[in-house]
Structures are given as C-alpha cells and as structure tokens.
C-alpha cells in the first residue's frame, strides 16, 4: 500500500510534463515554418540575382556559376550612392522630429490632461484609419501649392504629419502606464513639467522612443508612393521609391533587378538585427503594462 501511495503521486506529477513537451515542439516547429516561409522569397531573390545577366532564372535554383558581380553593376548603374545620401537625408529628417513631436504630444496628452485633450486623442485614432492611397490626391495639390514638388521637403514636410497620429498613439501608450507617482515625486522635489518630461519621461520611454524611431525609419526608407508622385526626379527620392525607375529600365533583365532590390533592404535589416533586443523589449513591455 505504501509503494503504490508513493507511486500514485509521483505519476501524477509526471502527466502534466507530456503535453508542455508536446506543445513545445508545436510551437517550435510552427517558428520554423513560418521563419521558412518569410525567408524563402528572399533567398529566391538571391538566386535569381546571382543568376547570369539578361537571362530568365526559373524559381529556386542556385547557379552554377553565381555572378556577384551583379550587385556591383546594379550598384552602379541605380547610383545608388546619390540614393543612400538622398534617403539617408530624408530619414534623418523625418524621424527626429516626428518622434519629438510625438514624444511631446503623447506627454502631454496622458500626463497634462488639458481641455478637450480625449477629442484631440480620438482625431489622431481617426488618423491611424487614414490610408496614404486615400490622400495622395490632395497631398499633391497641396504641395504644389506650397511650390515644394520635386524637392526632398515635399517628401519630408507630408511623412512628419502623417506619422503623427501613429507617434502620439504609440507614446500615450506608454506615459499612461507610467505611474503618476513618480510625476508626484518630481513635483515635490521642485521639477517643473518641463524638467518632469525631460528628466524623468523621457529616460523612462526610452525603449519605447527607439522603437518608434526604428519603426518609422523603416517606413521612411521603404517609402515608394509618395516619392514617385510628388518628386519626378530619381535620385530626389528614396531608394524605394527609385526602383520604380530602376525597374523601368531594368525590367527586363530580372537578375540586375532582384540585385537592386537586395540592396534596397539591406540597411532596414540590418538596422532591426541591430536594435532587435532593443524593439522586442519594448513591445514585450508594452503587453506586461497592458
């Protein structure tokens, strides 16, 4: 009786392990497919770069003789260098005071609750619902009004306000979450609000400030309607948005096409593998605070 008392306990402690096993193994082989899936078009896209120039490459198939020489000729022949200088300009335009402003509003918004401050909020939800396709049109009239088409700030100027609405929601996510004693505290000690946000806020947004920041710089470096409709000059635009002329010249030689486009997403990955803990921090931070 007692080995079998002894027994009884000890297998019940066993079961509950073989279904956890089960569904770790679930979730794992599950990553992998789906990793498989996401970087198979890229590793056709090699492939068929390195594929001989001017010929076809059927689906994935590695060839015999790679030629990375093809990158070095797309390079060239895209100026890629004038591209990296003019979207590099762009981004580093865009991005820092986009996340400012955004810093400051979301602060402001969630902390300073002035009048009207839920209407001004829901203006910038309604925002988020506003699609770029959805407002090219007038965008266009606007900026050639202003006499900015064909110059990088008519690309620069429309991409600040149109991250807004994402920049405030993003950071009011956050300063809600912040507990109201620690503005408490800084008040007490002397701290003005400006001195609160600069000295207190902001170190504690960091991670979800380099997110904001990463994400819209991605946004803005692959950014492809707004250049090609509001800048006519390739080498005005972003890389993105030059591969439309890119591809109008080389569209029928695939394997100096795929090239250029390798190259394109080169600096946003490596950008993310870069400051991926940094990203997944915030994001795994955002879900704990709810």
């Known amino acids: 009786m007692t080995t079998i008392a002894s027994q009884e306990p000890l297998a019940q402690t066993q079961r509950p392990g073989k279904p956890l096993a089960v569904g770790a193994i679930g979730a794992r082989t599950l990553l992998v497919g789906l990793m498989v899936v996401t970087l198979l078009p890229f590793v056709t896209m090699l492939s068929a770069a390195l594929a001989k120039s001017g010929t076809y490459p059927v689906g994935l198939q590695w060839p015999a003789d790679p030629q990375w020489g093809n990158f070095v000729e797309a390079f060239q022949s895209a100026h890629m260098d004038a591209l990296l200088m003019s979207s590099s300009i762009i981004a580093l335009c865009v991005v820092p005071v986009s996340v400012l402003i955004g810093t400051m509003a979301g602060f402001g918004i969630a902390k300073l609750v002035p009048k009207g401050s839920k209407f001004v909020y829901l203006l910038f939800v309604l925002g988020l619902t506003l699609p770029f396709e959805g407002i090219i049109t007038p965008l266009y009239y606007e900026v050639r009004a202003m006499g900015l088409l064909n ?112 190259i394109i997403l080169a600096p946003t990955v490596i950008l993310f593998l870069i400051f991926q803990k940094q990203f997944v921090a915030a994001l795994l931070q955002g879900a704990v605070k709810g």
């Not at 005005?236 to 002329?245: N, P, Q």
């Open 151 to 262: 110059t990088k700030f008519a690309i620069i100027l429309p991409l600040i306000g149109l991250y807004m609405p994402f920049s405030v929601y993003w950071m009011r996510a956050h300063f809600v979450n912040v507990p109201a004693e620690m503005s408490e505290a800084a008040q007490i000690d002397g701290a003005t609000v400006w001195q609160q946000f600069w000295l207190v806020q902001v170190p504690l947004a960091r991670p979800a400030i380099l997110s904001l920041a990463i994400l819209q710089f991605l946004w803005t470096w692959n950014q492809f309607l707004l250049p090609i409709v509001l800048v006519e000059i390739p080498l005005e635009r972003t890389m993105a948005g030059a591969l439309g002329a890119f591809q109008g010249q080389w569209g029928t030689n695939i394997p100096l096409l795929c090239a250029g486009s390798l």
